[in-house]
């Protein structure tokens, strides 16, 4: 075939597809297209109007040539716009339109014009909802809440559960008011609580700047107590004999009718037990406690004095007989607890009738009458007040006097409530605390006052972290021993200081724990220091050290038997390097082969310093891992005995 007719024929080819491609798009036409239109109501779905007539919309990213949903051009919804959104809901309805992105438009629906009034709650705005037009309030998590300038011991902040500004307490904020006098100020439970408010006399004033009671200028005629201090501010402490007056101050006086019957008092400070014929107890005075040491170093007056000893009753006329009594000319205690024991009789059964006076300043206060109906019988008589001047009696549940048959079954916290007067916290009871001029229970107890009321071989251990708090512990300063010696080098802890009812002791049998006078450690020794030594070559840091708690004696020696302690506090010492493992064991023991038996308390330290060891429950043994730090002294060790709520 000649050339030019191939070129016909493939011409011809081309012109015939061209026209087949026209009729087969022709023929998917919709009868609407370039129907004439004034607006895109006049047309079909799919198409718009644009210049006067229908015109299809295409996307050009669509298989079935509709605006990004699934519906087919015949059936298909429309969307108000000429782009895909992904489903069937028109757009301008302010809602997303299923691709999860806003509508692109400015619609707000029904919220068209409605302006919501301001409901004054940061955390939940008055805002329109579109689908109804209604305003409510809308929960902002970044509603900014005024703060409490009355009160920094809490936190304002918004709570989505409130759906408003919630207090809440803060313990960690500072609301001191720069006041000496106020005492110390701490917050706790979304209040600033006072520790040590400074009252003084009509005499004097109180310093804001040094917190010391001052005497005001001018004469002044306030009478003299017997109390320890300058009342009328004429440079004399307790003058013309005020504390020999056999009125001054608390007496308390007990009788009873039983002629062949012997009824002991007893009077115990606040948290105090009951002592006997073989067990002394310091915090009660009775006649085998004649006089004990509850006051001041070198003062006599604070202290209770416990009369004769009367084995006998005073029959028909027994108002009148010779009573047992105890006297305290210079009451220092907030509250006193009175106890009367049956201890012996003629007969089991021979019932007695008791009374119990409380004088106050030579005043009787309140009588307390009661029968006792058998011997070995005791009767929880009275809480006696000095500062308010009460003596009220002790009922049981139902309302009646509480007499038991064993002492264990007494209230020994009878006396301990909450509301006497104080101005200091060991003015109130153990386990509490003074707020705002009331004992209260606080977050951090006062369980002794300079006073002798901790168990044998506890001292009453002074802490300043929270006010002034004072607890029933032990206390090793490696400088001297128990008895005020000044220690030597490497002397031998292990038999040194067990009549503290602590005892050091070296995994290895072949080391010591010793002392060492080389080093000065912190600001409050300034001197000794223990660590473990090697007996044979004299080495340092030669081992573990294992701190043991017991039950101690008073004359130096101890029993076997284990104790616990709540808290304890030591210094690390400056050859600090690596780390020390510490780990506390409750009171069944340590075990070294398996070291997570009875384990209270897994810690390292990783700083030299003061250590706070708080146990989750009370713990006998401490166990000082040196493997990680070979180099290690430990300085000032103490331990505190606190009541857990």
């Avoid at 948290?271 to 509850?294: E, K, R, T």
């Avoid at 080098?489 to 040194?496: C, G, H, M, T």
């Avoid at 602590?502 to 220091?529: M, P, Q, R, Y």
């Amino acid at each position: 075939m000649p050339r030019n007719a191939v070129r016909f024929l493939m011409l011809a080819a081309f012109m015939l597809s061209l026209c087949s491609c026209a009729v087969e798009f022709e023929q998917f036409q919709p009868d609407d297209a370039n129907k004439n239109c004034q607006s895109k109501d006049d047309c079909e779905d799919g198409y718009d109007c644009v210049d006067g007539a229908c015109t299809p919309v295409f996307n050009p990213g669509d298989s079935d040539k509709n605006d990004g949903d699934s519906d087919t051009v015949e059936n298909d919804k429309p969307d108000g716009d000429s782009s895909p959104d992904g489903d069937d809901s028109a757009d301008g309805d302010g809602t997303p339109d299923g691709d999860e992105s806003e509508d692109g438009d400015d619609d707000p629906g029904l919220c068209a014009g409605v302006e919501c009034e301001p409901n004054g709650n940061p955390c939940a705005p008055n805002i329109c909802d579109p689908a109804d037009g209604q305003c409510r309030p809308v929960f902002d998590p970044n509603g900014v809440c005024t703060p409490d300038v009355e009160n920094p011991c809490v936190t304002v902040a918004c709570s989505e559960e409130l759906m408003a500004c919630e207090e809440t307490p803060n313990n960690e904020a500072d609301c001191d008011d720069g006041n000496l006098c106020t005492g110390v100020e701490f917050c706790y439970n979304g209040t600033c609580q006072h520790e040590g408010v400074i009252q003084c006399n009509e005499c004097q004033f109180c310093n804001p700047e040094s917190g010391e009671c001052e005497c005001k200028p001018g004469d002044c005629d306030l009478a003299e107590f017997c109390n320890g201090e300058d009342d009328n501010c004429n440079d004399e402490i307790d003058e013309d004999d005020v504390c020999e007056n056999p009125g001054s101050g608390l007496r308390i006086e007990l009788r009873w009718s039983r002629q062949q019957a012997d009824l002991d008092l007893h009077v115990v400070r606040p948290g105090g037990g009951l002592g006997g014929l073989n067990l002394i107890d310091n915090d009660d005075c009775y006649y085998n406690n004649v006089n004990p040491n509850w006051g001041s170093s070198g003062s006599s007056t604070d202290n209770p004095v416990f009369g004769d000893d009367i084995h006998n009753g005073g029959g028909s006329n027994w108002q009148s007989m010779t009573p047992e009594i105890v006297t305290l000319a210079n009451p220092k205690e907030s509250v006193y607890r009175a106890v009367v024991h049956y201890a012996s009789g003629d007969n089991f059964q021979q019932s007695t009738d008791v009374s119990l006076k409380v004088f106050m300043d030579d005043n009787l206060v309140a009588t307390h009458t009661v029968s006792l109906q058998s011997r070995y019988t005791y009767w929880n008589v009275s809480c006696i007040s000095y500062d308010n001047k009460t003596a009220t009696l002790i009922t049981d549940e139902e309302g009646d006097p509480e007499v038991t048959a064993y002492s264990s079954e007494l209230n020994a916290d009878a006396c301990l409530s909450s509301g006497l007067s104080c101005s200091h916290l060991c003015d109130c009871p153990q386990g509490m605390g003074c707020v705002d001029g009331l004992c209260a229970p606080v977050a951090t107890p006062v369980y002794c006052c300079n006073k002798p009321d901790c168990k044998t071989a506890k001292a009453c251990e002074y802490r300043e972290t929270v006010g002034e708090v004072r607890y029933c512990g032990g206390r090793i300063e490696f400088d001297t021993n128990a008895i005020g010696e000044e220690l030597g080098d490497k002397v031998n802890v292990n038999e040194l200081y067990n009549r503290w009812g602590v005892i050091f002791k070296s995994t290895d049998t072949n080391c010591i724990i010793a002392t060492d006078n080389s080093w000065h450690l912190d600001g409050i020794s300034e001197g000794l220091c223990a660590s473990s030594m090697n007996v044979s070559n004299g080495q340092r840091w030669r081992s573990d050290i294992v701190i043991h708690f017991i039950v101690p004696n008073s004359n130096g020696t101890y029993l076997s038997q284990s104790t616990t302690t709540d808290y304890a506090y030591f210094n690390v010492g400056q050859t600090f390097q690596n780390g020390l493992h510490v780990r506390a064991y409750n009171i069944n023991g340590f075990d070294p082969g398996n070291p997570d038996a009875n384990k209270v308390l897994d810690d390292v330290i990783n700083a030299s310093g003061w250590v706070q060891l708080v146990p989750y429950e009370p713990m006998s043994y401490i166990w000082i891992d040196q493997s990680s730090d070979p180099d290690f002294v430990i300085d000032d060790f103490t331990w505190m005995d606190i009541k857990r709520p």
